[in-house]
């Protein structure tokens, strides 16, 4: 059985607490991995060498920093391949979607190599007779990453790379699920001579989160994750005087018009539905389709579900991969199921697909629901599985009132050949991230990712400019250089002059 440590000062540490977790290839179901559970003790060990590399990291110059980044970017970037294939091993999507997830996490590295550019500061000179005043933004110093099984390298990659090339130092607590892609994105930071304990990676579960979230020397914890634990780690890092971003679950709306193309419309339901098993927070789970065009538009989408080919992610014919667990495989199928009894049309069923030669493997093939209630589990939970429900609304109002009533807020889309319904959607949707005829509206390194209302827990989106404000804190410098004739005693409020 092989088994996935820690990394920590730089060097590859086996677990000592003697707790392991499983880690499955979906595809056959089998167990051949373990990962060790860091107790306590192991994450303090961590979180040392962080604070230990830190008192150097963060006088290390810009330039020496960017270079650092650069050989990491060109590294990962010789490696996509190698890095797609431990994704596809441990979470099953497919290679093709494992190297998109390489891809946009290499984005963040890119924007990190230009952080002289995001850390420059402002100053304002003569602000009074002599006096200057300096804006600067310095690092915060220990900072944790805690993130989810779906995207094991794109997730940690919003993280670290901007969190260091601020000059903090990091301990990264991947899924446990699949922590193997964390592993070799710390390996190759070291390659590119980052030094060590500057990033450091502890495996584990609850334990080792609860310690990050009170350690006394985490001074901020990035979180991505489901909701409810989102929630728990925005209070408990509160509580415990840290910054905290907490990026939570999802429920994503296609808000389809009656002038789209109804094709188009269709390929990108497909596309964004059930692209990685519906495991994106960016997901697609709801098509909204307003006015008379629903049957056309369930017809569209249901002629191109049936034709998907699902099978392991390392077969370069299949377009869709298994599911991460057994039980997770069970609990999508149970949600397909309580929505018939709820009232929805099931007119796609995929709960009982087997794939030849994978018997065991952790498999479901998509659904599709049509005139979903709201009230139905269906609806009202995010199933993070390939389950697209289709609402009907009649008109434009009717949708947007729908939508902005979900609980969640991450992205949205709106298809449509009408800019000023487009503009109006943009300005009256409320959620974070919004697609006009692009379906996953992830935005790009340089600007930031976040959601609104339960699908980020904080005031800071992630990466980008938001990303550099997060790991960084300003502080204000206001100096005179004083001449002989400058003294005098004056106890009044300073005031510009
Ligand atoms: P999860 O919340 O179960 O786990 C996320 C992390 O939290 C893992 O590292 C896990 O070990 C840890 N964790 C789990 N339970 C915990 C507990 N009780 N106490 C402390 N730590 C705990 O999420 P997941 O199943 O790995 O990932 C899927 C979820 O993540 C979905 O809800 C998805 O929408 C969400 N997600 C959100 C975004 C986003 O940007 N908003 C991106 C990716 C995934």
């Known amino acids: 059985m092989k088994t996935i440590d820690h990394w920590i000062g730089g060097t590859a540490v086996e677990g000592a607490s003697g707790a392991y977790g499983p880690v499955y290839n979906p595809a056959t179901g089998a167990q051949d991995t373990r990962v060790a559970l860091a107790s306590t003790a192991e994450v303090d060990v961590a979180v040392a060498a962080a604070k230990e590399a830190y008192r150097e990291w963060r006088h290390v110059s810009l330039s020496r920093r960017t270079a650092i980044l650069y050989r990491y970017r060109e590294l990962l970037d010789a490696h996509r391949d190698e890095i797609a294939a431990l994704i596809t091993a441990e979470h099953?999507?497919?290679h093709s979607d494992a190297l998109g997830e390489v891809?946009?996490?290499l984005e963040i590295v890119e924007l990190a190599c230009a952080i002289s550019h995001k850390l420059k500061g402002e100053l304002s000179?003569?602000?009074?007779?002599?006096?200057?005043v300096a804006s600067i933004r310095q690092p915060l110093g220990v900072v944790a990453g805690i993130t989810p099984f779906n995207f094991p390298a794109m997730v940690p990659l919003w993280m670290f790379p901007v969190a260091i090339a601020c000059g903090n130092?990091?301990?990264?607590?991947p899924s446990e699920k699949d922590p193997s892609a964390a592993i070799r994105l710390a390996e190759l930071a070291a390659e590119a001579g980052l030094p060590a304990g500057v990033l450091n990676v502890v495996n584990g579960d609850k334990v080792a989160v609860d310690r990050l979230l009170e350690h006394p020397d985490v001074a901020a914890v990035s979180f991505v994750g489901s909701t409810p634990i989102a929630r728990y780690i925005q209070s408990r890092a509160i509580e415990h005087g840290k910054r905290v971003q907490a990026l939570g679950g999802a429920k994503n709306h296609m808000l389809v018009l009656p002038d789209a193309d109804l094709d188009v419309a269709a390929d990108n339901a497909i596309n964004a539905a059930y692209g990685s098993a519906g495991e994106r927070c960016m997901a697609v789970s709801v098509v909204v389709a307003v006015g008379d065009i629903g049957d056309d538009l369930v017809k569209k989408i249901a002629?191109?579900?049936?034709?998907?080919?699902?099978?392991?992610?390392?077969?370069?014919?299949?377009?869709?991969?298994?599911?991460?667990?057994?039980?997770?495989?069970?609990?999508?199928?149970?949600?397909v199921h309580s929505a018939r009894e709820q009232g929805a049309e099931v007119v796609v069923d995929g709960t009982?697909?087997?794939?030849?030669?994978?018997?065991?493997?952790?498999?479901?093939?998509?659904?599709?629901?049509?005139?979903?209630?709201?009230?139905?589990?269906?609806?009202?939970?995010?199933?993070?599985?390939?389950?697209?429900c289709v609402v009907r609304a009649e008109t434009y109002d009717e949708a947007i009132e729908l939508i902005?009533?979900?609980?969640?807020?991450?992205?949205?889309?709106?298809?449509?050949?009408?800019?000023?319904?487009?503009?109006?959607f943009q300005l009256e949707v409320e959620a974070g991230m919004v697609g006009v005829n692009v379906p996953i509206p992830v935005p790009v390194g340089y600007h930031s990712f976040g959601g609104w209302k339960d699908s980020l827990f904080g005031d800071h989106h992630i990466y980008g400019n938001d990303g550099v404000h997060f790991y960084t804190r300003g502080k204000v410098v206001t100096t005179r250089w004083p001449d002989p004739s400058d003294g005098g005693i004056n106890l009044g409020f300073p005031r510009n002059h």
Do not use: C, Q
């Open 92 to 94: 099953g999507k497919v």
């Open 103 to 105: 891809a946009r996490g």
């Open 125 to 132: 000179t003569e602000v009074s007779s002599g006096v200057d």
């Open 169 to 173: 130092t990091f301990v990264l607590k």
């Open 303 to 335: 002629d191109r579900a049936t034709a998907l080919r699902i099978g392991p992610g390392t077969d370069p014919a299949s377009e869709m991969g298994p599911l991460i667990t057994r039980e997770h495989r069970d609990k999508v199928a149970s949600y």
């Open 352 to 388: 009982g697909l087997t794939v030849e030669g994978y018997p065991e493997g952790f498999f479901i093939g998509v659904s599709l629901l049509d005139k979903v209630p709201v009230s139905a589990d269906a609806y009202r939970d995010e199933i993070f599985g390939p389950v697209l």
């Open 404 to 424: 902005n009533a979900s609980r969640w807020g991450n992205g949205t889309a709106i298809f449509t050949r009408d800019g000023g319904a487009a503009r109006r």
